[in-house]
């Protein structure tokens, strides 16, 4: 999810259309000079070709896209894909420029003349879904009946598991994870120490990012070992939205 998008002038710092479409809250003028310096910044660094950013904020990402005097920025889910997301954005300048460009050269500061481009920016970003990849949650199938089983407790209250609840950390473990796969998978050789750490972070709450940012490993190693468990027959998928 795209959970907010500035559309931003280049030379005044001032925000032309706000767009809200997920949870992210911000206080726009100051993400507008903040990221309106950035930009200042980032342009006369890469002399003038104003290259993307993208901004790492632990549980989202920021991306920014400068171009024709606009810069244009959104809040995304992490596991939004950012190539789909910089061309979306993209698309977004360039229509604006196509619109208003004749606008913005001799632009007296009043953001009505923008008015009606907020529909646009909804269509071209879907809501801000444009960029959204269904998650896969890994899950040790000895945990799969107990997770489903506190899915269905919350289901009756109308809740669902979102991608918004694991971006919460919390210290309190189900009791249902303290349960072990027999330890012969180690000593027939299946899986060594280390895998079988790792497997017991696959919770349902968890995604490979999650493990190998809790297991102080890199994540390329926790995805191989995933893959592993997953071969072995152990392993379920939960898909999140």
């Given at each position: 999810m795209l959970h907010n998008v500035y559309l931003i002038h280049q030379l005044t710092g001032i925000c032309l259309i706000h767009r809200k479409y997920g949870?992210?809250?911000f206080n726009q003028d100051l993400v507008s000079g903040f990221l309106t310096a950035l930009k200042d910044f980032s342009v006369e660094f890469?002399?003038?070709?104003g290259e993307l950013k993208v901004i790492d904020m632990?549980?989202?990402?920021?991306?920014l896209v400068f171009k024709e005097g606009v810069l244009i920025t959104a809040a995304a889910d992490k596991n939004d894909d950012s190539k789909i997301t910089h061309k979306a954005l993209s698309d977004v300048i360039d229509k604006f420029v196509e619109r208003f460009g004749d606008k913005l050269d001799d632009w007296s500061g009043d953001i009505r003349v923008f008015q009606g481009f907020d529909d646009l920016i909804d269509q071209t970003l879907q809501r801000g879904k444009i960029a959204e990849i269904q998650l896969q949650i890994p899950i040790l199938k000895i945990y799969k009946k107990d997770f489903q089983k506190s899915q269905s407790k919350i289901a009756k209250k109308?809740?669902?598991l979102s991608a918004e609840d694991l971006q919460e950390v919390t210290d309190k473990k189900p009791e249902w994870t303290a349960k072990r796969l027999p330890k012969q998978v180690m000593t027939q050789g299946f899986l060594d120490e280390k895998q079988y750490e790792i497997a017991h972070f696959a919770d349902g709450f968890?995604?490979?990012?999650?493990?190998?940012?809790?297991a102080g490993i890199p994540e390329a190693k926790?995805?191989?070992?995933?893959?592993?468990?997953?071969?072995?027959?152990?392993?379920?998928?939960i898909e999140i939205k």
């Open positions: 949870s992210i809250e890469s002399k003038g070709s632990q549980v989202f990402y920021l991306m109308g809740m669902i968890h995604t490979v990012s999650d493990i190998a940012e809790e926790v995805q191989v070992i995933i893959e592993s468990l997953d071969s072995l027959g152990l392993l379920k998928f």
